[in-house]
């Protein structure tokens, strides 16, 4: 058995040492190297070669790759590297890499066409400039041989242990028994539908309610068909951190219902949460993490490769046994784990970087998106961007010298789009040229100022370049997928002050190719439908399969009442506040127990719970307040015991809408004040209009479908098993409409009340 590896990835595994050191950056963008590199090949001559694919074998190792061009004129192979700013900054070690991968280029080159020698060229292209610096060196063909065996040997070892970890991992996983006595009602035709996905290769939307172990039930077969569908990696793909802990929880029982199951599984979680030292930057002179993180990376990598479940916890521990950053050791491995758990955007933004590495790398995947009916706004949200223009004239006053010219004049083009615009709230057809040019030239003098002076990246004058830098990025996507507007903010005379935004409203486009690279994604919710809706809006194939997977429950179970004598609209709230105050009073009173109601916004919740209080102050209530903490949202959670009783206030589309379990008489049923229609603003209006432009039903996708949504999410918060009883309350009129009751699930008996 050969086992096959990318140059890139064995040099970084093999030519890395010293310390970690991101001071020479930011780097280009994927884009801007993408031009760099054409604009480089654009100046060679007729016969020069780009794109060259080499391999070449050393034992049980099978190395492949893509130089970036070769000149048989000049017998020349040359390395393109894109930079910004100082070259001399960049650090010798970075340098050293480079030279590897050209050299182990080199001798495949020699060897597929048989040379005696050959020149090597490290060409680094300044993208601002658009200069080029060429290091040339010659190399004869077997210094080459001896440099490629030299790495490959470093990397056998670790090779062959990987080859026997992956063997071990597919023998465990084909034995493998579902860990629980039997399948819950529902779950078999889940994990089924799941195992023909990937056996077919295509993209599965599954609808299937909660309560029937959607994690395992999904995950289970794709761990049967890691060796038959020869997968490398399985990505386990989350909107919040309960997710992740789900995902987690169900690889421990399946270790410990099979304790030889040889899997390892790594929680990847963000910079901010897992950095030791935030008050330093990520280079040796600064954190002690960082100083010779490559020369201990080799034995804190061995270490954590014998962890089998690498969750945030165990991980750090490896991490600071061996005085390395744990997040940059949980990056590197990433590269050798079987499952990963991780939030949304480490597959689907624009610098995703697991999606970075499977195309890198040409693994084999297969790809989990739970609770997939957050990924529309989350996807938006990726793919938007937006300026304040009162952190730019915050930047002027206090910004170095060389960068107040540039920032002036952005803030000169930013006040002349302000000339027409009457409204607070304007969207316009075409995104701002002159603005855009002033951008670029103020990022790369902020480029340049960082390379310069490498101290100054942090604070807000980093914040600043990052948020435009991700304006320019979008800026480049534009089309009628995006809305461009402009909402002023204050008015002082006549100078106004506003927020420039680039909103993406559909982004298919982004995430489509996204789902289609792996041999099958599979995305699923307990709030799927309507289908379209989200096969529209996140780009989905047209041979994705569909299935809506059985309620384990009965409709006895879960008694759900339509309350249509109330409108919860905001012209008359006021009026709604005391009968709903009564219903909740009457319910508690015919049944005590544990209760949640939800409602629009926290000024609705505050007035409801207040008049809860003064009318009924035997009943415990406990208030979602805003910007809860993590800590805070738990605390709010524990006080639903199994012996309390009283009603909790929040908000419907927050932290307690969905992915919260709390089962049997923790809670017995909840009250859902509202349609949780997004709120009526000109944004929404803006993005209703395009909704209808594309799709022609502009309501229904921006306002319908999304808050129907949430009202499935927060009613099934009340049955989690099938020993539970409870009942829902569903509190507006429009409940009782047609168009609504379909959207509603179809296990629900629905009585007026």
């Known amino acids: 058995m050969s086992y096959s590896v990318a140059v890139r990835a064995l040099c970084e595994f093999t030519a890395k040492v010293g310390d970690l050191d991101l001071r020479f950056t930011p780097s280009p963008s994927a884009q801007e190297g993408i031009v760099g590199h054409r604009t480089v090949a654009s100046r060679r001559s007729a016969h020069y070669q780009h794109e060259v694919a080499l391999e070449g074998d050393y034992q049980q190792l099978k190395v492949r790759g893509r130089a970036d061009g070769y000149d048989p004129d000049a017998n020349r192979l040359e ?20 030279w590897a991968q050209v050299k182990v280029y080199g001798w495949l080159m020699c060897q597929k066409l048989g040379l005696d020698h050959i020149d090597l060229a490290l060409v680094y292209f300044d993208i601002v400039g658009e200069g080029e610096t060429v290091l040339n060196q010659r190399f004869d063909a077997p210094g080459l041989e001896q440099f490629f065996n030299q790495q490959c ?13 992956r063997d071990a991992r597919n023998a465990a996983a084909q034995s493998l028994a579902f860990p629980h006595a039997d399948f819950r009602t529902g779950q078999r035709d889940l994990a089924e539908s799941v195992y023909k996905a990937v056996t077919t290769g295509r993209c599965l939307m599954a609808q299937a309610p909660t309560g029937i172990g959607k994690t395992i039930g999904t995950i289970f077969p794709l761990l049967k068909a890691l060796a038959p569908q020869q997968l490398d990696k399985l990505f386990f793909l989350t909107a919040k951190t309960p997710g992740r802990k789900l995902a987690l929880d169900a690889a421990q029982v399946l270790y410990d219902s099979s304790p030889e199951l040889s899997l390892r599984v790594l929680e990847l979680v963000a910079r901010d949460k897992a950095c030791e030292h935030l008050d330093k930057a990520c280079h040796g002179d600064s954190c002690p993490l960082a100083k010779g993180f490559y020369d201990r990376l080799p034995a804190a990598r061995q270490a954590a490769s014998q962890v089998r479940l690498l969750d945030q916890r165990s991980l750090r521990n490896v991490a600071l046994a061996h005085q390395v950053c744990p997040y940059y050791l949980s990056q590197e491995m990433a590269r050798w784990s079987d499952l990963i758990v991780a939030d949304y955007n480490y597959y689907f933004d624009f610098g995703a970087m697991l999606f970075g590495l499977a195309q890198l790398n040409q693994w084999r995947v297969a790809v989990l998106v739970d609770e997939a009916h957050n990924l529309v706004e989350r996807a938006r949200s990726m793919y938007s961007a937006s300026l304040d223009q ?32 009457l409204a607070p709230y304007q969207a316009y057809a075409a995104k701002p040229d002159k603005l855009l040019q002033a951008l670029s030239l103020c990022t790369s003098a902020m480029g340049d100022y960082f390379n310069d002076h490498p101290e100054a990246l942090s604070g807000d004058l980093q914040a600043f370049y990052f948020d435009a830098l991700q304006w320019a990025k979008v800026a480049e996507l534009f089309n009628e997928h995006f809305i461009f507007d402009i909402t002023k903010r204050s008015f002082s005379g006549k100078r106004s002050s506003s927020t420039l935004c680039l909103r993406n409203v559909v982004p298919a486009e982004f995430i489509r190719p996204r789902l289609t690279a792996a041999r099958s994604s599979v995305l699923f ?17 047209a041979d994705t399969a569909w299935v809506d997977v059985a309620s384990p ?46 409602f629009s916004s926290f000024d609705y919740l505050q007035q409801v719970a207040q008049l809860m209080a003064e009318r009924h102050p035997q009943i415990e209530l406990w208030l979602q307040s805003r910007g809860m903490a993590e800590a805070e949202r738990q605390a709010f959670l524990d006080q639903f015991t199994h012996h309390s009783q009283g009603i909790g206030f929040a908000v419907l589309g927050g932290a307690f809408g969905e992915g919260i379990d709390l089962p049997g008489a923790r809670l017995i ?33 921006t306002y319908l479908y999304p808050g129907i949504q949430k009202v499935v999410q927060a009613a099934g918060r009340v049955i989690r098993s099938q020993q539970d009883r409870g009942v829902v309350m569903l509190i507006d009129d429009r409940f009782g409409e047609s168009r609504v009751r379909q959207l509603l699930p179809r296990w629900w008996a629905i009585n007026p009340l």
């Open 153 to 165: 040997a470093l990397f056998l070892d670790w090779a062959r242990q990987e080859m026997q970890h």
């Open 390 to 421: 009162y952190s730019l004239k915050t930047l002027r006053d206090s910004a170095p010298e060389t960068l107040k010219k540039p920032l002036q004049r952005l803030n000169r083009e930013w006040n002349a789009l302000h000339k027409d615009q």
């Open 553 to 598: 429950f009965k409709a006895e179970q879960l008694q759900v009442s339509i309350v249509d004598r109330i409108s919860t609209r905001f012209v008359h709230r006021q009026a709604s506040l005391e009968p709903i105050v009564e219903l909740l009073a009457r319910q508690f009173a015919a049944q005590p127990g544990n209760y949640l109601a939800f």
């Open 669 to 701: 049923g909840a009250f859902i004040a509202t349609l949780g229609l997004p709120q009526l603003n000109p944004v929404n209006e803006q993005i209703k209009a395009r909704m209808g432009a594309v799709f022609g039903a502009g309501y229904d996708y």
């Open 525 to 541: 919710s307990a709030t799927l439908s309507p289908r379209h809706y989200y096969a529209d809006l996140l780009g989905l194939p």
């Open 79 to 98: 390395e393109v590297k894109t930079y910004r700013g100082d070259l001399a900054a960049q650090p010798a070690n970075h340098r050293q890499l480079h």
